[in-house]
């Protein structure tokens, strides 16, 4: 087929950062992998089983679009009994969280404020449907928020705020204080916030905190189990917010999703049953080995507080160019600016085990 058949958001939407790497990478074997975005251990085994036991049982079928109601149940119960049923919708993953939500909120030629570096669904999803990214940078504030140049970004276009804490790819979690600071100037300037919480059981040195605990009319709150349960490929997620905005996003899924596949939500029920913090104790002492041999190698870099990335600076300005002398040495690393408009550092996902973290460490020793 002739590429200009194609919609013209195909040619707006950059995939170009990440065709990159793969080309990079492409012809690796047995390489030292610190790329990924997905914790390193297992499926819990009762979650498998009750995905299994669902499947014979006949589980099978579409469900109600809002989730199975025992599964609504429990996320009410999770979220601590602030929202009511009608407010809670399930969805596949937070990625379908991002696009109902997205869709509901903003119109083509809205403003919708994303942190740089950010994470590559929000400005694509962004892009995708006509909406302009505006970037409040956070490189000279150690990737925490920069109220004040929040705020001044803000123009009668602006419609929302996306915020990702912990977040990937610094693995910064932010304060209580800088949290609810936002809230007010959200609330000032009547915007929306979408909450993308997905790492939410990676904090490693202060509870986690919500934005909605301060602006729970205006922010939509995506949860998953991605990251938390090592469900990348079940797709199961939910939102949680103001009843319109939840209704909105409800609408939408009946017409492109459907509903989340239901084997996975009656798994879903058992998944919330499973204690996962031992995962990220160890995760945390991951951090530590990382961060730590980062250091002690001369990188500079911000020690993160939770999810599972590092975000060093790159050694040789170019982050691309660093990221290809690591590809040299068999160490695959994901250069920055598939993150950001600036090319100037490099990810490590540290969702892997002690044994390639030291390999991983030994190689960029030596190549500094
Ligand atoms: N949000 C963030 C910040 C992520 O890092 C990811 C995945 O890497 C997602 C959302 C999408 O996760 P999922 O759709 O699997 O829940």
């Known amino acids: 087929m ?3 058949n194609l919609a013209e958001r195909f040619f707006t939407t950059d995939v170009s950062g990440i065709r990159k790497v793969g080309a990079m990478a492409m012809g690796l074997k047995d390489s030292i992998n610190l790329s990924i975005g997905q914790p390193h251990f297992e499926v819990p085994e009762s979650i498998r089983e009750a995905a299994k036991k669902a499947i014979d049982e006949g589980m099978n079928s579409y469900t109600e679009t809002q989730g199975i109601g025992k599964l609504v149940d429990a996320f009410q119960n999770q979220l601590g009994g602030y929202y009511a049923k009608d407010e809670i919708l399930t969805t596949l993953a937070v990625s379908g969280g991002l696009v109902l939500s997205f869709m509901a909120l903003l119109n083509p030629g809205d403003e919708v404020l994303i942190s740089d570096p950010y994470y590559v669904m929000h400005k694509q999803l962004a892009l995708l449907l006509g909406v302009r990214p505006v970037y409040y940078e956070t490189y000279d504030c150690d990737f925490q928020l920069p109220l004040e140049k929040i705020e001044a970004l803000i123009t009668n276009k602006t ?6 804490s912990p977040s990937n790819p610094t693995g910064m979690v932010y304060s209580r204080e800088q949290l609810k600071a936002l809230a007010e100037i959200l609330d000032k300037h009547g915007i929306v916030a979408i909450s993308d919480e997905i790492y939410d059981l990676f904090c490693y040195d202060s509870p986690f905190v919500s934005i909605a605990e301060f602006y729970r009319a205006n922010t939509v ?3 998953g189990f991605s990251k938390s349960h090592a469900m990348t490929g079940w797709r199961l997620g939910y939102a949680a917010g103001p009843k319109e905005l939840i209704q909105a996003m409800a609408k939408f899924q ?3 999703f459907v509903c989340a ?5 009656v798994a879903g029920l058992e998944a919330l049953k499973v204690d996962m913090t031992p995962f990220a104790e160890d995760y945390k002492n991951k951090r ?3 961060y730590n041999g980062l250091i002690d190698a001369g990188y500079e870099v911000i020690k993160p507080a939770g999810a599972f990335y590092i975000l060093p600076k790159a050694p040789t300005g170019s982050g691309v160019e660093f990221v290809k002398k690591c590809i040299a040495e068999n160490l695959l690393v994901i250069p920055g600016s598939v993150f950001s408009e600036k090319d100037t550092h490099f990810r490590i996902s540290y969702a892997a085990s002690d044994e390639t973290i030291e390999r991983g460490l030994e190689v960029l020793r030596k190549i500094i």
């Open 221 to 223: 709150v995506l949860k």
């Open 288 to 290: 530590n080995k990382i």
């Open 2 to 4: 002739d590429k200009r």
């Open 261 to 265: 596949p239901s084997m996975v939500q």
């Open 159 to 164: 419609k929302a705020i996306v915020i990702c």
């Open 254 to 256: 009946q017409f492109t």
